[in-house]
């Protein structure tokens, strides 16, 4: 079960739009290898702004992603992709339906 999660918001630099996108979509295969991430979802909010929502069954979950190589390749990225800082923000989770199996959508 699903206890706490991460949801952070991109702003791409402009002309990185797809750059960006492209980023977000190469990191599926490590959200699949973090053991602690039950779910993980790149999201696109307007042409410019994307996000990425994951979910974790404990804190050490959380913990171990914002550690491991998905934060630490965005980190490395930000300076030519990001127009500002990742805004992440530490949800916890009230209700949840759990996803059967991870696909990546394209």
Known sequence: MVKVAL???????????????????????????????????A?????????????????EGRKAHLE??????????ASKLLSQPPVIEHVNIIAAKQPIQAKQWH
């Not at 750059?19 to 599926?28: C, G, I, M, P, T």
């Open 7 to 41: 949801l952070a918001r991109l702003e791409a630099k402009p002309g990185k739009e797809k750059e960006l996108a492209d980023f977000l979509e190469s990191a599926f295969p490590l959200a699949l290898a973090e053991p602690d991430t039950i779910s993980w979802y």
């Open 68 to 77: 491991g190589k998905i934060a630490a390749a965005l980190m490395a990225n």
């Open 43 to 59: 999201i696109q909010l307007t042409p410019s702004t994307f996000g990425i929502f994951d979910t974790f069954p404990h804190e």
